[in-house]
């Protein structure tokens, strides 16, 4: 491993707490794992991956619930020389295929259940050379299931060969058009994301941060490296009801907890538990997946007045982008603030030119977490990752990412979101294809065509709304989004499916988005 204090490859993070190895790491419900169990665990997925033949650069999809075992099986897979791509527990079979498939996956890594539900799926990938069960598969018949047991002995996994700039992780998004598409992260794409947010947030050792984000999620992600990176203490929490999160901010002493506009609104709504509850320990909040509205963040700012509030923006391409510091809450609460710390952020015009304060352009993200772009679409990756327009090519390759944002900067130099540059709908920190949703609308045959957009809605967003033309008299959009549910995740199913004699079409003869959106969100006049 790397010296402590130079950290170059993702796994190099467990140095530091290997000098600590009783102190608490991980709380995954009532089990308590120390650092010094973390790196023991991490050790032994990475001599097993290796006994199995992974090779550098091999694709390692990770399907578990948000669990410890989750956490170590990333860090083995990066020990072991290999390329972890961690799976939304929320994916339905379908999805999960084309990720590991997409990935050309070479091992899988999930419990009994969960391949139960996904064998015959993934059961004909050729390229899925081994599927290792954290569980116990002693029944099993299919050569490629290995239990990952900790008392078999298996070749330890030599030292990896890997330098920082060397691909660590696929992160799954969802694009505007068609299915997820994996953003490239390089180690030091998330060795300068956790370093950055450590700083900006002020993390020590004495931390203990409540994680509630799936680990697909790049902020989700980040949450588990910074607090390995630092030393900290970090809580797994899957959470149905707000008062659970209460419940563990105050059981378990909680001083850092990210969420997501959703989060933050449930929160606000259990404001009665909160004043009953000791939470004063909450050092900060901080905001991913989406704008939090100004009345929810008055909201939280009323029901935990000594907590501090970070505003950020950020996209999965280039991680995380500005912030806004608590100090500018009052005077600027509409802000996503200014770079992060060993970034800059700056607006472009359509000529490439910076744009003049106040003038709505794009925003264009420059430094290390800049990501590698996206696996196996060069063309896609063109369009997002370019060289910078505002160095002379004899300056040196410099690139940077395009986020499709409109954004506006002020005089003093702090960003406003103004409005997305795509079709992507945002619900509950999700990023949501609607050609995806599209595509499994048209799969149930009910309809001629459809068209799904984003709803304004307070509280999670975005609501997905489905606009489709059918295909007979006895279509019944209660069936149809029961059929929905059971192929895709919850957060994908539109609330409802309105059903129109046509859809409107633009001069080129394409469904007209802007004009089914624009028909169906209220005016600023009538709000």
């Not at 995380?320 to 200014?338: A, C, F, H, N, V």
């Not at 352009?361 to 996206?374: D, E, Q, W």
């Not at 003093?412 to 990023?431: E, V």
């Not at 799969?443 to 997905?464: E, N, R, W």
Request: hydrophobic share 40%; glycine share 8%; charged share 20%.
């Amino acid at each position: 491993m790397a010296e402590l204090g130079n950290p170059y490859l993702l796994h190099h993070l467990l140095s530091a707490v290997a000098r600590s190895p009783d102190k608490e790491a991980i709380i995954d419900g009532d089990s308590r794992y120390t650092h010094g169990e973390l790196v023991q665990a991490s050790n032994r997925c990475a001599d097993v991956l290796c006994g199995l033949g992974l090779q550098r650069g091999d694709r390692v999809a990770i399907f578990l619930p948000k669990s410890f075992a989750e956490c170590w099986a990333i860090f083995g897979t990066s020990r072991a020389d290999g390329v972890f791509v961690p799976v939304n527990a929320l994916m339905r079979p379908q999805q999960v295929r084309h990720i590991v498939a997409d990935c050309a996956a070479r091992f899988l890594i999930t419990d009994r259940q969960s391949w139960a539900a996904l064998q015959v799926e993934l059961g004909d990938l050729t390229s899925l050379m081994g599927v290792l069960l954290i569980d116990d598969c002693a029944d099993d018949t299919d050569m490629r299931l290995v239990p990952l047991a900790f008392d078999a002995p298996v070749p330890l996994a030599p030292a990896a060969n890997a330098i920082g700039e060397d691909l660590a992780a696929i992160l799954y998004t969802s694009g505007s058009t068609g299915r997820p598409k994996g953003v490239m992260l390089s180690h030091r794409n998330l060795l300068a994301g956790a370093r950055i947010v450590g700083t900006y947030l002020s993390i020590t050792p004495d931390d203990r941060l409540l994680s509630v984000l799936p680990f697909s999620f790049d902020y989700g992600l980040n949450q588990l490296l910074t607090s390995v990176e630092q030393g900290a203490t970090l809580i797994l929490l899957s959470f149905r009801f707000g008062n659970e999160i209460i419940d563990t901010l105050a059981k378990e002493k909680i001083t850092g907890f990210a969420g997501v506009p959703t989060i933050w609104a449930i929160i606000s709504r259990a404001a009665p538990r909160i004043a009953k509850s000791d939470i004063s320990s909450l050092r900060y909040i901080t905001n991913t997946g989406g704008a939090v509205p100004t009345e929810t963040v008055s909201r939280l700012r009323e029901i935990l007045p000594t907590t501090n509030i970070f505003l950020m923006y950020g996209l999965t391409e280039a991680f995380r982008s500005t912030y806004l510091p608590p100090s500018e809450l009052d005077q600027r609460p509409t802000s996503i603030g200014k770079a992060i710390p060993e970034c800059e952020i700056f607006v472009l015009d359509s000529d490439g030119k910076r744009a003049a304060p106040g003038e709505p352009s794009i925003l264009v993200h420059r430094g290390p977490t800049v990501s590698m772009g996206y696996w196996r679409r060069p063309e896609e990756t063109a369009n997002v990752l370019r060289l910078n327009p505002l160095r002379e090519p004899t300056e040196g390759c410099d690139i940077v990412c395009y986020s499709g944002d409109l954004v506006r900067q002020d005089e003093d130099g702090f960003f406003y979101f103004m409005a997305r540059n795509d079709a992507m709908i945002k619900s509950s920190g999700y990023r949501i294809s609607p050609t995806e949703v599209e595509e499994q609308l048209m799969s149930t045959g009910a309809f001629h065509q459809v068209a799904v957009i984003g709803l304004p809605d307070p509280v999670i967003g975005q609501l997905v709304h489905a606009i489709a033309v059918s295909s007979g008299p006895e279509v019944s959009a209660k069936d149809v989004l029961a059929e929905c549910a059971r192929a895709l995740p919850a957060y994908m199913v539109p609330r409802n499916i309105e059903l129109v004699e046509t859809l409107p079409v633009s001069p080129n003869g394409k469904v007209d988005y802007k004009t089914l959106a624009a028909e169906r969100t209220p005016s600023k006049e009538t709000v």
